[in-house]
């Protein structure tokens, strides 16, 4: 008799594996080299932002105050005594009706409020004195960045635990960061169990199946974030099996292994975990795909038994395995964020169990919708190539029409949630 597995939710299983994810020691990394890392710390600003007044134009600096009578029948005229470009200081302070010619960025001289830009004057020179005609008045702060107006000192502008994009790379280089402290990328090793696999370069004699799992988990890890560690395929032998995984033990922060979790004759993995004396998590978890998937826990790291089937695999990856691997970074927000959205294609199979169907995200009249991925039985992989998102259709429900409203899973957005789930 086949013991009978306890059935957990998705969501109590995700937070059983949440429970176990240590957060690793965050590293210092090169500020050229931050994108798609968690920031490790908060970014404050050094200084003012602008640091000093500054001109936004090309242009003469002048006193707002020397323009007020200036119009096209009376123009003002500015001796312009002194000429600053982007990285200087002006040297002289500048009277009254004076101009200081002014680059865009160049810090606004003594004396001076407000620019007027290039094209609303004309220069002349005479008696070896150079003159700017000017038709029309300033306001005090015209074209000029005033010192502060973005953020004050010491002022906030990035709060740990988000992935960093373009933007927060600027920021960072900005504040003067050569290195910027980030979460540490997991090293998260990945064992495919299975006497029939043949790798990518291998013939494929009668019987034997091509092992996708391996390509798929390597590139699902490093989309959330992780280094992937590959300790190749090994065959359903117990003793073999043990031998690989006691040496990710000793290396990764995190194990994945797929294959070998369900009640078959050659399902080796609930006996691996039992033989290693790991605290077993869960070991059925009621959803489709990917019903067998088995977490365990074993000197504070967390086993993680994804299903062979590769649709199942990949779900399984997605639900429990990248949260950790975010998590383990310091993200805050380490799930997949859940959005509502429009079904583009009916859907009529029922759902005894919370279904995730690969599926493809498209746009339709500017709001987001789901096209499921072709053929959908969990030892699909040819479908598997449409799929960045996953559409959760709730249990206990009869099949869905197009045009239904549903959940969509975004396995592709880098912002996460916190915490996506209904319930816990
Ligand atoms: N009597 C029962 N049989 C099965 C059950 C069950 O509850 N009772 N569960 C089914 C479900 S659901 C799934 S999913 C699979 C899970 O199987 P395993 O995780 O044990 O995986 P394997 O048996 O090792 O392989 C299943 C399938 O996937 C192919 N495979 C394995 N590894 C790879 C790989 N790296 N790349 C590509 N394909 C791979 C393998 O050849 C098998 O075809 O069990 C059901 N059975
Ligand atoms: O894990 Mo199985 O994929 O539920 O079909
Ligand atoms: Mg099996």
Partial sequence: MVERRKMISVPQAVAKVMECVPALSPEAVPVERLFGRILAEDLFADTDIPP??????????????????????????????????????????????QAARIMTGAP???????VVM????????????????LKRSVR?????????????????????????????????????HVEVRVGRRPIVGVMATGSELAEPGEALRPGLVR???????????????????YYGRVPDDLDRLLDTYRDMLAECDLLLSTGGVS???????????????????????????????TAARLHGKLLLGLSGNPSACYVGFELFARPAIRAMQLAVAPFPPIVEGELLADYPKPNPFTRFVRARTA????????????????????SLAEANCLIVLPGGSRGYRKGDRVQLLLSDERDGAEWPWESR
Avoid: H
């Fill in 52 to 97: 000093f007044d500054r001109s936004a134009y090309d242009g003469y600096a002048v006193s707002a105050r020397d323009t007020e009578t200036a119009s096209l029948e009376r123009p003002a005229e500015f001796e312009v005594v002194e000429r600053i470009a982007a990285g200087q200081v002006g040297a002289k302070a500048i009277g009254r009706f």
């Fill in 211 to 229: 092992n996708s799992n391996a390509a798929m988990l390597s590139a699902q890890i490093e989309r959330a974030g992780g280094v992937c560690r």
């Fill in 118 to 133: 290039r094209e609303w004057t004309s220069e002349q020179v005479r008696d070896g004195k150079r003159f700017m005609i």
């Fill in 263 to 293: 009640v078959g004759d050659f399902d080796l993995m609930p006996q691996l975990f039992r033989a290693l004396g790991a605290e077993l998590l869960f070991d059925k978890v009621a959803m489709r795909p990917g019903s067998v998937t």
């Fill in 363 to 382: 746009f339709r009249d500017g709001r987001i919708g789901a096209i499921p991925a072709g053929f959908d039985k969990s030892s699909a992989v040819a």
């Fill in 140 to 176: 005090a702060g015209e074209n000029v960045s005033l010192r502060g107006e973005e953020a004050g000192q010491g002022a906030l502008l990035v709060r740990k635990g988000v992935s960093i994009d373009p933007g927060i790379a600027a920021v960072a280089a900005s504040m003067g």
């Fill in 108 to 114: 606004l001289p003594a004396g001076c409020d407000a």
